[in-house]
């Protein structure tokens, strides 16, 4: 037993969302999930964000699996690019998950056309061989369906991911966290806990989401009108629950936006959940039946750009149009990062008359995520002999570190990591070992690049002060400017009110091509880098903004 165990976390240290764990013994490597996040405001046209997986490139041929914890894009959502990387230099390792997670990530591959990908379900109880590790599934609650803990042990003992979870007892399937099984591991000895952080801030234990149910059904009971319910699409027992108390109430259920009608189908097909006959309306119906006979169960609960509910509230939406007497729950809570997107959702449904109900004004939402005392449970179940918290910003992670040896765990065990940084693990002890390669890398349409991207700086400043274009026309002899230069200028603020500018910006042009042609610089790019300068520099002096310049020199 000399090797080493290597703990790598590639993405969801620091940050909320992206959450990839690289766990390595011998050379050998499991991932862990590959998750993506969404872009933050200032990364202007960027559609995902993914964590820098060079390192998992550079190790194609060492990586015998990838375990999917559950079907959230923060953990399956890069799985298409990771393959496709990884393909280019290995064939494909198996990838496991739970039943849905499976079904969710074969259509998300069948959308970027990739076939043949080898996928398997997972079973509780059954542990993979993968050579260098034996990987078993441990049930979870969290909220989506199928979500598991991941155990991978290897000679030198046994590391475990949580995933998201929450210790729910009343979980709406009714089959919650397998309790008995974390502390059996926890007694065979777990060697490394990597544990979600997300909710490390709220004291106590989060709320069962059976809860849920009657607390919609309470609130439903009070509409007159049509009630529209926005969560998220994945979350099927929330759905269920919606679908039950409109039953209760008599009502017709329509499900709009795609990932909604999607997911149901999925969840139906695996079982998940149950619609009562005859329930269901197609959007296209939802117009044909009174106001007080319908629920409307809606995507766009994070404010998202192109979501059904963001478009009824701009008034757009093909079908359903929000007016007086309708009322629109919000039966969840923003992501860090959406809340303004969020509110401006809210309020624009409010101008359109229609009333507005959130998890603040009514219990009608319970986090997935476990609170301090459930992870504190979870330590005292594993008694693991390092902790390393993931999933959270750096916060979380120091709460999280705090929690760990507020029961127990030596301060000296508990490893508060970084993306990039590996925790090592050998017989003598840990350490946080020399960092890798990671960071993230942006998706912008179908194309992949790197944090550096000059398109993304240029975006800002276009957002930000706009664009000045200047052409010059010089002679190809002397290079002196032969024409008056042409100034195009978009999207610069004030602009409007500084009378004459742009005659003085000519003149500005002009000064400079003469400085150039006295000094004889004759070469079109260095008679386009001084152009920038002096012109940047003269908007600069008189409008104190940036915009982006871009000379065109024309020589004649
Ligand atoms: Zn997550
Ligand atoms: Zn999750």
Request: charged content about 25%; some cysteine; overall charge negative.
């Amino acid at each position: 037993m000399s090797g080493t165990l290597r703990v790598l976390p590639l993405g969801g240290l620091g940050e909320i969302g992206k959450n990839m764990t690289v766990v390595e013994y011998d050379g050998r490597i499991v991932v862990v999930d590959t998750g993506l996040s969404f872009p933050a405001p200032d990364q202007l046209g960027i559609d995902l964000v993914l964590p820098d997986f060079a390192y998992l490139r550079e190790r194609a041929d060492d990586i015998e699996a990838i375990f999917l914890t559950h079907g959230h894009e923060d953990h399956v959502g890069a799985l298409p690019f990771v393959l496709r990387q990884i393909g280019e230099r290995a064939p494909l390792p198996p990838i496991h998950g739970g039943a849905l997670t499976v079904a969710m990530v074969r259509s998300k591959l069948d959308e970027h056309r990739m076939k043949d990908v080898p996928i398997y379900e997972v079973e509780p109880g059954k542990p993979v061989e993968t050579g260098a590790f034996s990987v078993e599934a441990i049930k979870m609650a969290h909220s989506i369906p199928d979500s598991y803990a991941v155990a991978l042990t290897c000679e030198l003992g046994t590391t475990l991911v949580t995933g998201d979870y929450k210790f729910d007892q009343t979980p709406v399937d009714g089959v919650p966290a397998d309790v008995s099984r974390l502390a059996e591991l926890g007694r065979e000895g777990v060697l490394v806990l990597c544990g979600d952080s997300t909710n490390v801030d709220r004291p106590g234990i989060a709320v069962s989401e059976s809860s849920v149910g009657p607390e919609l059904e309470r609130v439903f009971a009070r509409c007159e009108g049509r009630i529209v319910v926005t969560s998220f699409a994945s979350n099927i027992h929330r759905v269920q629950q919606v679908i039950d108390a409109a039953a209760a109430l008599d009502r017709k259920v329509s499900l709009v936006g795609r990932s909604m009608r999607k997911n149901l189908n999925i969840g139906r097909r695996l079982g998940h959940i149950e619609v009562p006959e005859g329930i269901l309306v197609g959007a296209a119906e939802v117009e044909d039946f009174p106001d007080e006979d319908m629920v409307v169960i809606s995507t766009g609960s994070q404010g998202e750009p192109l979501s059904a509910l963001r478009r009824m509230a701009h008034g757009d939406h093909p079908q359903v149009e929000l007016h007086d007497g309708d009322t629109v729950m919000f039966s969840a809570t923003p992501i860090p990062g959406n809340e303004r997107a969020v509110n401006e959702t809210i309020d624009r449904i409010y101008q359109l008359g229609a009333d507005v109900i959130t998890a603040r004004d009514a219990p009608i939402h319970a986090s997935g995520h476990g609170y301090a005392e459930e992870l504190k449970l979870m330590v005292n179940l594993t008694r693991p002999r390092y902790v390393m918290p993931i999933h959270g910003d750096h916060r979380r992670l120091r709460l999280h570190a705090r929690l760990a040896e507020a029961v127990g765990i030596e301060p000296g065990a508990v490893f508060r990591s970084e993306n990039g940084l590996p925790l090592e693990v050998s017989e003598r002890g840990a350490r946080l070992g020399a960092p890798e390669q990671a960071g993230m890398i942006f998706v912008d349409g179908v194309d992949v690049g790197d944090i550096e991207d000059v398109a993304l700086r240029d975006r800002r400043t276009l957002s930000a002060d706009g664009i000045f274009i200047v052409v010059a026309t010089v002679s190809a002899q002397d290079g002196q400017s032969v024409a008056a230069p042409e100034i195009i200028f978009r999207g610069v603020p004030f602009l409007e009110q500084t009378d004459g500018f742009v005659d003085e910006i000519r003149s500005a042009v002009d000064d400079s091509l003469a400085r150039s042609a006295k000094e004889e610089v004759h070469e079109i790019s260095l008679l386009q880098d001084h152009l920038h300068d002096d012109v940047a520099r003269f908007v600069y002096d008189r409008l104190r903004r940036r915009p982006l310049v871009l000379p065109v020199v024309v020589e004649v």
